[in-house]
C-alpha cells in the first residue's frame, strides 16, 4: 500500500532522529504533540501527570527511535502504542485504577476538538468515533476500559460483573468489528 | 495448545488486556511465530485507532522546552570521555556491603572521586545519583531491601532504598545483557495479590543501574521486591522469570 505523505515523512524524521537531529524531534513533537496528549489525558485524567509521561514518551522516542521497525507498522502506531503504554504504567503507579475506571463511563466524546497542526485531521477522529458507535455498548466497553484504563480481561469481567469468557468474546468480536468498519478506510488507516 | 488458539488471543493481546498467565504464554509463541507477531502488529495498529477518539488536547509549552533541555544534556553528555574502570569498582564494592558499611564506603570513595570529579560529567552525574541514594537511605523511618540474583541472573545484586512516601531508589549490578527491546522491570509484592508494576530500567554496558521510582501507597507494605525482564514500555504483569529477588518479610 502506498503510503500517506504524512507517514511517510514521519518516517524520515524518525531517521533524523536516530542520527541525532534535534530539530527532527521537535517536527515529530509538533505534529503528534495534541494528539498524544489527548491521549494521556484520557488515560490520567490528570495535565500534570499527563505533561510528564507526554515528555518521558519524546524522550524515549529520542533515545530509542532505532526500535521503530517500519517493516512492522506506521509511525502513527508506534508513537501511540509508546505513549499509551507509558500512560497505563503511570495510571498504575498512581494507583488511580478504580477511579479512572469509573471515570471511563464517558465512553466516546461526543465532539473532538480539530488540531490543525495535528498529524490526524479531524476527519479521520470522525470515522473511528463513527466505527465505533456502530459497535454495540457490550462490545465497546470492553474495549474502551481495556485500552484506556489498562484493565485485563479479569478485571473487566469484575468490573462489568460479567463472566469471563463472555468479556473474551466480547473483546474480540469488537475489536475485528472495528477492524472491518475501518478496512474500507484503508487508504487512511493502513490496514 | 494450537496455533489457532494463539491467534484468538492477539487481538486482546494487542490491548493489553491479557491476565498474566495467558500472556506469558503467548509471548513465548510469539518469540518463535513470525505469522502471529505479524499478526500482533496489525492488531495494534487498529487498537492505535481507539486513541482518536480521544480528545485532542494542547500541553503547555513548557513541556517542548523542557524536552529539548533533556535532549541538549543528552548530546553534551555524549560528548564526554566514558567511564573506566574507576565507576566498576564503586559499583562493585557496594553490592556486597550492609547500608552502613556502604555509607562509609561511598564518602571515603566520593572523598577519592572529587579530583576526576572535575574532569568526568559523567561521573558526576554517578556520584550525584550515590549521594542521593545515601540520603534516601538516611531520612526517617528509610527501608533498604537488598536483592539476589536468581538463577536467570547469578551473581546480580540490587539494593532498594524507599521512604515513607514512597520515592524509592534501586542500585543494581552485574546485570546480564539485555534483548533487544527489553527493559528490566522492578516489581511491588503485597502477600498473595498480583505484583504491582514498578518502572522499567535499562542497565548501562557494565549491568549497573540506578534507577528511581514512586511506589504506590499499598507498595510500601511490601513483602517481596523483585526484577524481571519485560518489553521496554514495561508489562502490567511480570512475563519472565524473576532475575532479581529480595527475601521475604512477613
Keep these: ?191 | 495448545m494450537v496455533h489457532e488458539d494463539y491467534k484468538e488471543m492477539i487481538p486482546a493481546r494487542a490491548l493489553s488486556a491479557l491476565d498474566a498467565a495467558e500472556a506469558r504464554v503467548l509471548n513465548e509463541h510469539l518469540e518463535n511465530c513470525a505469522e502471529c507477531r505479524k499478526e500482533l502488529d496489525e492488531w495494534e495498529a487498529t487498537a492505535a485507532t481507539l486513541s482518536l477518539t480521544a480528545d485532542a488536547a494542547e500541553p503547555s509549552p513548557a513541556v517542548r522546552e523542557r524536552i529539548l533541555s533533556e535532549i541538549e544534556k543528552d548530546i553534551s553528555n555524549a560528548q564526554v570521555i566514558p567511564f573506566r574502570s574507576t565507576q566498576r569498582s564503586i559499583w562493585t564494592s557496594f553490592g556486597s556491603l550492609g547500608a552502613m558499611a556502604a555509607v562509609v564506603l561511598l564518602t571515603a570513595l566520593i572523598v577519592g572521586l572529587v579530583v576526576m570529579w572535575r574532569e568526568n560529567r559523567a561521573q558526576q552525574q554517578t556520584l550525584a545519583q550515590m549521594k542521593e541514594f545515601m540520603e534516601l537511605v538516611g531520612t526517617p523511618g528509610a527501608r533498604v531491601r537488598e536483592l539476589t540474583g536468581m538463577d536467570a541472573a547469578p551473581g546480580a545484586t540490587a539494593k532498594l532504598a524507599y521512604d515513607k512516601t514512597g520515592h524509592a531508589m534501586l542500585m543494581a549490578n552485574k546485570l546480564p545483557k539485555l534483548p533487544s527491546g527489553k527493559a528490566y522491570q522492578l516489581w511491588f509484592i503485597v502477600g498473595k495479590n498480583p505484583p504491582m508494576p514498578g518502572k522499567t530500567f535499562v542497565p548501562n554496558a557494565s549491568g549497573q543501574s540506578m534507577s528511581k521510582d514512586q511506589m504506590p501507597k499499598e507498595a510500601l507494605d511490601a513483602g517481596v521486591f523483585a526484577v524481571t525482564v519485560e518489553p521496554e514500555s514495561g508489562s502490567a504483569a511480570p512475563t519472565s522469570p524473576i532475575y532479581l529477588r529480595s527475601s521475604e518479610i512477613n
Excluded at chain 1, 485500552?147 to 473474551?168: R, W
Aim: glycine share 6%; hydrophobic share 40%.
Design chain 1, 1 to 191: 500500500m502506498r503510503p500517506e505523505p504524512a507517514q511517510e515523512n514521519d518516517v524520515e524524521l524518525l531517521k533524523a532522529i536516530v542520527a541525532r537531529d534535534e530539530v527532527a524531534l521537535a517536527q515529530l513533537y509538533d505534529r503528534y504533540r495534541v494528539i498524544l496528549f489527548g491521549l494521556l489525558m484520557r488515560i490520567l485524567n490528570n495535565r500534570e501527570e499527563a505533561e510528564d509521561v507526554l515528555q518521558e514518551v519524546f524522550l524515549q522516542v529520542w533515545r530509542k527511535a532505532e526500535d521503530f521497525d517500519e517493516d512492522r507498522g506506521r509511525p502513527f502506531t508506534w508513537l501511540v502504542t509508546l505513549a499509551r503504554s507509558r500512560g497505563i504504567d503511570r495510571l498504575r503507579t498512581l494507583g488511580a485504577r478504580e477511579r479512572v475506571a469509573e471515570a471511563s463511563a464517558r465512553e466516546v466524546p461526543e465532539e473532538v476538538s480539530d488540531a490543525a497542526t495535528d498529524a490526524f485531521k479531524s476527519e479521520q477522529r470522525g470515522i473511528v468515533s463513527d466505527a465505533l458507535a456502530k459497535l454495540p455498548d457490550e462490545q465497546k466497553r470492553p474495549l474502551m476500559l481495556a485500552y484506556f484504563d489498562g484493565l485485563t480481561q479479569s478485571e473487566i469481567a469484575t468490573h462489568l460483573g460479567a463472566p469471563l469468557g463472555t468479556v473474551k468474546t466480547r473483546m474480540r468480536t469488537g475489536l475485528i468489528r472495528l477492524r472491518e468498519l475501518l478496512a474500507g478506510q484503508g487508504e487512511s488507516f493502513g490496514f
